[in-house]
């Protein structure tokens, strides 16, 4: 008999506010929101996805703690670590050829849980 393993990994949508034209006068558009997850069973993981961009060439991600991302329309997540707890501030820039676009997210990246709390949640123990 097969045995099925289910793995919640809880993930908590953080969602991000687009802020308007960037301060060089670059013709730039505002971008749409975008999402980082955290995840509570690993402590200080997140992931981070872009808004959906046919116009995209590629987007840099700043996490606020001194990381820096590139990724391009093929892979446009990213996946990131913080050591410490606190509130980071996330910036995308969307590269769209001739203009950008800039939009920033504050995450709160709570204390990491104790062990046994990782393995219940890994398990999907508890919501």
Do not use: K
């Given at each position: 008999?097969?045995?099925i393993?289910?793995?919640?990994?809880?993930?908590?949508a953080v969602p991000a506010l687009a802020i308007a034209d960037s301060p060089q006068g670059d013709n730039s558009v505002s971008a749409d929101h975008f999402d980082c997850l955290i995840n509570p069973a690993v402590s200080g993981l997140v992931s981070c996805?872009?808004?959906?961009?046919?116009?995209a060439q590629g987007f840099r991600w700043e996490m606020g703690d001194g990381a820096?991302?590139?990724?391009?329309?093929?892979?446009?997540?990213?996946?990131?670590?913080?050591?410490?707890p606190g509130e980071y501030t996330v910036t995308l820039t969307i590269n769209r050829g001739g203009s950008s676009a800039h939009a920033q997210s504050?995450?709160?990246?709570?204390?990491?849980?104790?062990?046994?709390?990782?393995?219940?949640?890994?398990?999907?123990?508890?919501?």
């Amino acid at each position: 008999m097969p045995i099925i393993v289910r793995l919640c990994f809880c993930l908590l949508a953080v969602p991000a506010l687009a802020i308007a034209d960037s301060p060089q006068g670059d013709n730039s558009v505002s971008a749409d929101h975008f999402d980082c997850l955290i995840n509570p069973a690993v402590s200080g993981l997140v992931s981070c996805l872009p808004p959906e961009d046919p116009t995209a060439q590629g987007f840099r991600w700043e996490m606020g703690d001194g990381a820096v991302y590139t990724s391009d329309g093929a892979e446009p997540y990213i996946y990131h670590t913080y050591a410490e707890p606190g509130e980071y501030t996330v910036t995308l820039t969307i590269n769209r050829g001739g203009s950008s676009a800039h939009a920033q997210s504050v995450l709160s990246i709570p204390q990491a849980t104790d062990d046994e709390t990782s393995r219940q949640l890994a398990r999907g123990h508890l919501r």
